[in-house]
T-cell receptor
Framework: QQPVQSPQAVILREGEDAVINCSSS?????VHWYRQKHGEAPIFLMILLKGGEQKGHDKISASFNEKKQQSSLYLTASQLSYSGTYFC?????????????WGLGTSLAVNP | KAGVTQTPRYLIKTRGQQVTLSCSPI?????VSWYQQTPGQGLQFLFEYFSETQRNKGNFPGRFSGRQFSNSRSEMNVSTLELGDSALYLCASSLGLVGAQYFGPGTRLLVL
């Protein structure tokens, strides 16, 4: 049931783009994206609900492909501050019964 | 608004002992979730409390328990500690049972 994130790690130069994928074998209701810097708490990025929506803020956006049960996180023109580990958390059911199952994370390093 | 606070930040215990961790949510947030984070297993959901009631529980043994007080503060207790309980324990608060979660800095527990 644990979603699979790919790639496991990626190294970028400042200004380059990256895509992080989160795939599930089960039908999903929503996908949550968080970023965690070393030694810090995970920070909320965005939530996508089934229906194939796409969201974004600043140069980070995400999409949710319901047919593939996959969400992709897009980091455009990466900045040094984007470095960290990105986690996706998945929910299979709607309603007031949140039970997020998390991927193992994708480590992103942005170098000058 | 002050963020989520967790105490203590670091703990060293020996096998067989018990430990209590504390989490104070963001003011106004009524939901508190607890997670265990380890390098090998990633983020794993322990339980979620809302209005002093446990609303959901992950797949952890009964040695892991929690409670929530009327002011939404939450405690997590682990009895009969095992070496494998060494981990970063994160709590996250949210307004309700859906939506974004805001994580605290975590309590790093080392069991010797």
């Amino acid at each position: 049931q644990q979603p699979v994130q790919s790639p496991q790690a990626v190294i970028l130069r400042e200004g380059e783009d990256a895509v992080i994928n989160c795939s599930s074998s089960k039908a999903l209701y929503s996908v949550h994206w968080y970023r965690q810097k070393h030694g810090e708490a995970p920070i909320f990025l965005m939530i996508l609900l089934k229906g194939g929506e796409q969201k974004g803020h600043d140069k980070i956006s995400a999409s949710f492909n319901e047919k593939k049960q996959q969400s992709s996180l897009y980091l455009t023109a990466s900045q040094l501050s984007y470095s960290g580990t990105y986690f996706c958390g998945t929910e299979m059911n709607a309603g007031n019964n949140r039970k997020l199952i998390w991927g193992l994370g994708t480590s992103l390093a942005v170098n000058p | 608004k002050a963020g989520v606070t967790q105490t203590p930040r670091y703990l060293i215990k020996t096998r067989g002992q018990q430990v209590t961790l504390s989490c104070s949510p963001i003011s106004g947030h009524r939901s508190v979730s607890w997670y265990q984070q380890t390098p090998g297993q990633g983020l794993q959901f322990l339980f979620e409390y809302f209005s002093e009631t446990q609303r959901n529980k992950g797949n952890f043994p009964g040695r892991f328990s929690g409670r929530q007080f009327s002011n939404s503060r939450s405690e997590m207790n682990v009895s009969t500690l095992e070496l494998g309980d060494s981990a970063l324990y994160l709590c996250a608060s949210s307004l309700g049972l859906v939506g974004a979660q805001y994580f605290g800095p975590g309590t790093r527990l080392l069991v010797l």
